[in-house]
């Protein structure tokens, strides 16, 4: 799919996946729209980009009234909207479960389950002769266990089935597809605990992780090739942290 002089939202943006992937799409020659929660964040990314219609936007991607401002905004500066990347994540933190906050774990699944959703749905409502893709950033802890974090792993898991409901309903024009990347090197590991990164975390940072930027190629791909209802899980390559291991599930 051609990308170049469209626009597309990043939710998470001023993330690491978030920002990585905006990056990449500013090379090929989009314009994007960062949505996030941390100004500062996000404007850091901003000053990375390549030149574009690029913006940022303040908004709580698990409320339907800003989820939907996001597009309106677009629709009235005329943007040709050629997608979404729903990066937008967070952990529950503080004590494993089940000692973790009840409201935290709630903003759990609202942001990175309902968010996705919303967005999602948006992205589908929206007209334009140029296709619309829509990349939905899950976790592998959509599909086997995270004891410490099992309100995460749930809303992951929703992200997932999400995603390939979305892709089976055939929406004329739409590609729907999702990435489940392992461990991502990130400063979101360092909200994992009740001060910094969580003790049954910290062994594992030892050890190689993914990059942002490996997650973002991933994204990438999935955004500009013809992939619908596909999910990709993302591992590191243990013999070679180089290379990423990618599963179609």
């Given at each position: 799919m051609e990308i170049a002089g469209r626009t597309v939202v990043i939710t998470g943006g001023g993330g690491g996946i978030g920002g990585a992937v905006a990056v990449r799409l500013a090379e090929r020659g989009a314009s994007v729209v960062l949505v996030d929660r941390d100004e500062v964040a996000a404007k850091g990314v901003l000053g990375q980009l390549a030149p574009?219609?690029?913006l940022f936007i303040d908004?709580?991607?698990s409320d339907p009234q800003q989820?939907?401002?996001?597009?309106?905004?677009?629709?009235s500066e005329g943007r040709d909207f050629a997608g979404v990347v729903n990066a937008a994540g967070i952990v529950s933190g503080g004590s494993p479960w089940p000692a973790s906050d009840?409201?935290?774990?709630?903003?759990?699944?609202d942001v990175n389950a309902a968010g996705t959703v919303l967005l999602s749905t948006l992205a589908a409502?929206?007209?334009?002769?140029?296709?619309?893709?829509?990349?939905?950033?899950?976790?592998?802890?959509?599909?086997?266990?995270?004891?410490p974090d099992p309100a995460y792993?749930?809303?992951?898991a929703g992200v997932l089935a999400f995603t390939r409901s979305a892709a089976a309903a055939a929406v004329p024009g739409?590609?729907?597809n999702a990435v489940l990347p392992g461990v991502v090197r990130t400063r979101m590991l360092d909200s994992t605990g009740t001060d910094g990164v969580a003790p049954w975390l910290a062994p594992r940072l030892e050890q190689p992780l993914l990059t942002a930027e490996q997650v973002a190629a991933a994204i990438l791909e999935l955004v500009e090739g013809d992939?619908?209802?596909e999910s990709w899980s993302l591992e590191l390559d243990k013999s070679n942290p180089d290379r990423v291991v990618r599963r179609v599930l």
């Open positions: 574009g219609s690029h908004a709580d991607v989820a939907t401002a996001i597009f309106d905004l677009m629709s009840l409201a935290r774990m709630r903003t759990v699944i409502r929206q007209s334009g002769t140029g296709g619309r893709v829509v990349v939905n950033v899950a976790s592998a802890a959509a599909v086997r266990p995270h004891p792993a749930a809303s992951k739409l590609r729907v992939q619908n209802g």
